[in-house]
Structure formats: C-alpha cells, structure tokens
C-alpha cells in the first residue's frame, strides 16, 4: 500500500500537471536498482536527474572509494540536479554551475526521446574543471538536444579538489577499500559507469553501446578511463575534447600526494602521526576542506607548501598512460581526439599538439581515431581563435543555450553539423554519416584531420600546422633541457620573482605584468599566455624575450 506522501505527492503532481503530459506521465517513473523514480516530459524528451549512483561520500565516507546507495521505497522524484561536488566556483567559468555545491553530490542525470523503440546508444558526459572546479548541472551541458537525435544522455558527478584526490601515511595503513586509494573522483567516475551498465536497460538504453565524452579534465579523465584495467567493459567508444596528450609519468605519485596532504593536515592543525588524525580530519566542514580552492590557485597558488594534488599515478586506478598506449595495454576502442584552435599552450602545448601526438600513438596500434580541431567561434564573440571549452555547447548542439539571444543561424548550423557527428559515433563508432563531409580516419602518415573551420563549414584536410607543430614541440624539448627561463617551459610566476627576468618583461611587455590580473596567470607560461593575448604576445617578442632570457644565469 502507497504512503499517505507518496498518494499525496501523486495528487500534487497529477493536479499540476498540463493534459498532454498526464497522457504520457507513466513514461517519465521507471525502476532502477534502488527503486523506482519520476522524470519530466518536455518537448519530446524524458529527463530523470538527481539520481543517486553511489551512497552520500560524507562523515566515515569522505575519502572512500564510492559504497553503494540505499533503496527507498516511495516513487523518489528525480526532476532537479542534485548539488554538484563541492568545490569554490569562479568568476568566469565557461559553463558556471546551476546549483550550490555540497559534498553529497554522487548523482547522475538522464535524457533520451520519448518516442524511442529500440535500445538507445548511450552517450555519457564526463565534465573538466581541472579536477577542483565543475559539474553536471551548467545549462549548456544538458542532453536534451543529442537526445532528439536518437541517443540517451547520461551525466553524473565526481568529487573534486581535496574530496577528489587525497592521501595520509595513515589512510594508506588502513586501506579500507583494499588498495582503492588516492584517486576518489575518478573511482565515482567507474562507479558511474558500473551504474549504467546495471541500469540503462530500465531507461531503454543498450548498456552494450556506451561512448563516453571529456572536456579539459574530463578528457583527461577518458584516457584514465581508456587505459585503466578497473574500466574495461564499460564502454565501447571514446571521446576526447582538450584532453591533452595522454601522458601520466610526470603526475605524483601517491607517495607524494601523502606528503602533500600531509601538508594540508599540518595547516588544520592536524599532525599526520596522530593516531585520530582521519577522524579529526573528516570532522572539519567541508568548507574548511575546500579551503577556496579553485581555478585559480591552480595558476595563482596561495604561499606556503602546496597543500592539493591532482590525480595519482597508483599504477592501478591512474597507471602510466604513455606505456599503456605505446603498449596497447588499454581498451582498443574507436576514439574521436582533437583540441581547440585557441588552446591552452598554444599550437606545440599540452593540448593541439598533446590531442595530435595521442591521436597518433593510438591509431598506430590499429586503433580506429578520428583528429579534429576547432576552430569556429560564435559570430557574437567578435574576437579570432576558439578558445578552451568553446566547442563544447556545440558537440551538444546547445549553441543557442549557450548564447541566447546572440545565437545567429550560422551558430545554429555548426552545432547541428558536430553534434550529427557525435551521434554517427554513437550509434556505429565511425562519425561518418549521410549528408556529412567525409571525416577520415587519422594516420601519422597523412595526418588528416577535421577541421571545424573559422567560417562554419566541417574541412577535412592535412593538418596545415602539423610541420608548425613538430617543429615547436621540438624547441620545447631543447627549452626544458637547457634548465633555463624561457616562454615555453618557466611559469610566468618564476620570471615575475626572479629580478632579472622581471626587468626583461618590464621592456617587452610592461603592458602585460603591469596588468592588474597578471598574477591569476602565474601558473602559465608565456607561449600558453599567448593565446589570450596573441596582440601582445607575438611570435617575434616571444623570441626576443627568449634571447635575453639566455643570457642570465641558470635558475637554482
């Protein structure tokens, strides 16, 4: 027998609701592992969010490896985004959140058409931030519109920051997840993707047909996924967006993660030796444990020992992603790589030239890979070069989300045009499709990729940067062996402290770090910088700061 608030609740809902939708409102409640959910209808597309995939990760849970959630028993509503992962959000995200983050936030949301009848492929969005900043809830991250297309949409949240990635000598003794240890928002990110394999199916979704797609740290997180043995089987297809260049062997290792958080103990107070050292530190709030961590300290770090890790390299969750691909240890998966025009490092930096060199590492182990790069931006921006995290509202076909009323017809077509390809990839693990500019495979050999061109139109040709970029990537290998300051490989932080350095700035660029937010950049090097400021920051006064910088002594 229903409960007096589960009778009242359907009262509500039904009173609430519009005619049409009352006439398809048993679609939108369904039954997952746990127990049974109500979505919403709108426009052709059933949507359930705030669905929990893991137990809370709170009190005793802070720092485990996800446990599973508890059932319920009423009709659990699930139209809402839960809270994302905890975390301090920033002025200027691309994609700010919808929601006030908390540290119960393990939730996933689905889209997919109604009208489906067979099973659906499954597209599941994994989103960047650095590993201390995002979530599931941004507006321009919604599924909707791939879900129009034939696919179902998954997102889901990971801790981040602190909740994210943490260790002690005294967590590691104790191994309560037996070896799980260190990378807690990527084992949420498994955790996730073992929920839809169990749970999909209820949604109509082929749990055999799973493709998953990052951003930034999100990409990053897909190559963790694609060489991981805990993932195989999970998904089928893989894509990457500015996920950089598929390397870990200079990520900490969980030995230098336990001296960094042992840091971060030692600042609240907490000494690592304490035999309640754990307890003591999961009893201080989360904001204590965030401690304003974000974006910014990642390029301005406060004073003092560092006191945040990103990912560790364990061996087991995060493991050398150089060997696994050189090795062909990782899942053999068709995989969609590219970065865009505007990235961050410029054209031989971490992410165009990382997405070329990973791309090709994996189609030479008869991997199918499709290279892109991105290059349109949305004629109300008014400024050349696509900067990181602008493809993203367009892979999604959410242009006109993204840019409301300044979305112009020919924004519209570009989004209409990448997101078909993302679903031809979903549906068949080639993005090819009818009506499409062929989009050819990549091969070191001929190096063609995809360009989503400056003028809205999909060019497939060779990588016209492709000699530009061998030629810098290697001056960047010469620049980090000859141990001294230069644009490509010292942080812009180094250069501003050391007095030297600094009065060869004030002559070339005294406009730049004079500027009053310089030092949100002193985590960049100038070749990064310089796709912000590429005025400023030319070819030639790169060079010519380069040669006087050779000049003073080599930094200790």
């Known amino acids: ?59 005793a849970l802070r720092w485990r490896a996800p446990q599973p959630p508890a059932p319920w028993t009423d009709v ?23 929601t006030t983050p908390a540290e119960d936030c393990l939730y996933a949301n689905v889209w997919k058409p109604t009208e489906a009848k067979a099973k659906l492929p499954v597209v599941v969005w994994i989103y960047g931030g650095g590993f201390v900043n995002g979530g599931a809830s941004p507006p321009t991250y919604s599924g909707a519109n791939l879900a129009k297309q034939g696919v179902l949409f998954v997102s889901f949240n990971y801790r981040l920051g602190r909740f994210g990635t943490f260790a002690l000598p005294q967590l590691t003794k104790q191994d309560p997840d037996h070896g799980l240890l260190g990378n807690y928002g990527m084992l949420d990110q498994i955790a996730a993707l073992k929920w839809v394999q169990r749970n ?5 979704g082929d749990p055999s047909n799973v493709t998953i797609i990052g951003e930034s740290a999100g990409g990053l997180s897909v190559h963790t996924l694609v060489t991981t043995p805990l993932a195989r089987g999970l998904f089928q297809k893989a894509m990457v967006l500015s996920g950089g260049n598929a390397e870990t062997s200079e990520n900490p290792s969980l030995a230098d993660a336990e001296q960094i958080l042992s840091n971060f103990a030692k600042a609240n107070g907490v000494s690592p ?30 004073p003092g020992p560092k006191t945040f890790s990103g990912p560790v390299r ?69 400024q050349p070069g696509a900067q990181h995290a602008t493809d993203v509202p367009f892979f999604f076909d959410n242009a006109a989300i993204k840019y409301g009323a300044q979305t112009t017809p020919k924004d519209d077509a570009v989004g209409k045009t990448i997101s078909a390809y993302v679903v031809n990839f979903a549906k068949t693990g080639d993005p090819n499709g009818a009506g499409l500019p062929a989009w050819p495979k990549y091969d070191p050999a001929t190096d063609a990729l995809m360009d989503f061109s400056a003028q809205g139109a999909a060019v497939p040709q060779k990588d016209p940067w492709g000699e530009e970029i061998d030629k810098g990537v290697a001056r960047l290998a010469a620049a980090r062996a000859s141990g001294r300051y230069n644009s490509l490989t010292t942080p812009l932080g180094a250069l501003l402290d050391d007095p030297a350095a600094r009065a060869v700035l004030d002559r070339h660029i005294l406009d730049v770090v004079s500027g009053p937010q310089i030092n949100m950049a002193r985590g960049l090097t100038l070749a990064a910088l310089q796709a912000y400021l590429p005025q400023q920051l030319t070819e030639a006064k790169l060079n010519q700061i380069d040669t006087e910088l050779a000049t003073l002594p080599k930094p200790r």
Do not use: N
């Open 76 to 98: 659990r509503p699930a139209t809402a985004y839960s809270a994302d992962c905890m975390q301090k959000p920033f002025g200027g995200d691309a994609a700010p959140l919808g």
């Open 1 to 59: 027998m229903k409960s007096l608030a589960s009778k009242t609740l359907m009262v509500a809902a039904l009173t609430c609701a519009p005619i049409s939708a009352l006439a398809q409102a048993p679609s939108a409640v369904i039954s997952v592992e746990q127990g049974k959910i109500s979505g919403t209808l709108e426009e052709g597309v059933a949507s359930w969010k705030g669905i929990p995939f893991a137990a809370p990760p709170v009190g």
């Open 273 to 302: 030796d304490d035999p309640k050292a754990m307890e003591k530190l999961r009893a201080l709030s989360a904001e204590q444990v965030t401690d304003d961590l974000s974006m910014i300290q990642l390029f301005q770090p406060k």
């Open 200 to 204: 999909i199916a209820a949604f109509g």
């Open 314 to 382: 364990d061996g087991k969750i995060v493991v050398d992603q150089g060997q696994a691909y050189a090795s062909g240890r990782f899942t053999h998966v068709p995989m969609v790589i590219g970065a865009t025009s505007a990235d961050m490092g410029g054209k031989s930096g971490f992410m165009i030239a990382g997405a070329r060199s990973a791309a090709a590492r994996i189609a030479k182990q008869g991997v199918p890979v499709w290279h892109y790069r991105f290059s349109y931006v949305a004629e109300s921006v008014g």
